[in-house]
């Protein structure tokens, strides 16, 4: 069974470029969340998208935004990059988006921003 | 202002021997409590997790800790073996409707032939 999969692996970018991030969950799982994790530090929570809504949204500015289909992939757009926003993008899916739901991570995308 | 704290960045551990992780929170909301461990080029992979309502979860050579009043929690692998060498996160989460996770800075544990 295919885990997560995230694409692009790796990119670079121009700052005030904008970016695309794309992500497929486990089969089955409907829940998709969005992380960055900055060098040396942990994941941090940007977006969660339960049946193509919108559950939960962390601390980011409005640059950063995202969607999920039908089929429960899901896409994050972050518009006029920064140079903070060098991060290792994770994309993690689960059953239902509960508590307690047991989150899978896919193997992330790097951006750079020069 | 971090809700979940990992004090120790790195830690060496002979192998064979008990590598113990500690973690630190401050929301006394949160339901669940996560460890992950991540190799470099890998996304976080799901270890072992522990509910409030308990003291300790047992999964192997893993345990995890939880001691609700000192808001604390430790994991436990017995014994360290090579490929445990990685970088350990402690989470928490459930003081909401979704499943955000709130992630600690991590602890990088070596473990020494």
């Known amino acids: 069974d295919a885990g997560v999969t995230q694409s692009p692996t790796h990119l670079i970018k121009t700052r005030g470029q904008q970016v695309t991030l794309r992500c497929s969950p486990i089969?089955?799982?409907?829940?998709v969340s969005w992380y960055q994790q900055v060098l040396g530090q942990g994941p941090q929570f940007i977006f969660q998208?339960?049946?193509?809504?919108?559950?939960g949204r962390g601390n980011f500015p409005d640059r950063f935004s995202a969607r999920q289909f039908p089929n429960y992939s899901s896409e994050l757009n972050v518009n006029a990059l920064l140079l903070g926003d060098s991060a290792l993008y994770l994309c993690?899916?689960?059953?239902?988006?509960?508590?307690?739901?047991?989150?899978?991570f896919g193997e992330g995308s790097w951006l750079t921003v020069v | 202002d971090q809700q979940v704290k990992q004090n120790s960045p790195s830690l060496s551990v002979q192998e064979g021997r008990i590598s113990i992780l500690n973690c630190d929170y401050t929301?006394?909301?949160?339901?669940?409590f996560l460890w992950y461990k991540k190799y470099p080029a890998e996304g976080p992979t799901f270890l072992i997790s522990?509910?409030?309502?308990?003291d300790k979860n047992e999964d192997g050579r893993f345990t995890v800790f939880l001691n609700k009043s000192a808001k604390h929690l430790s994991l436990h692998i017995v014994p360290s073996q090579p490929g445990d060498s990685a970088v350990y996160f402690c989470?928490?989460?459930?003081?909401?409707?979704?499943?955000?996770?709130?992630f600690g800075k991590g602890t990088r544990l070596h473990i020494l032939p």
């Open positions: 089969s089955g799982h409907k829940s």
């Open positions: 998208y339960y049946e193509k809504e919108e559950r």
């Open positions: 989470a928490a989460s459930g003081f909401g409707r979704d499943d955000k996770i709130i």
């Open positions: 929301n006394s909301m949160f339901d669940y």
């Open positions: 522990i509910s409030s309502i308990k």
């Open positions: 993690a899916s689960s059953l239902r988006g509960e508590v307690g739901n047991t989150i899978y």
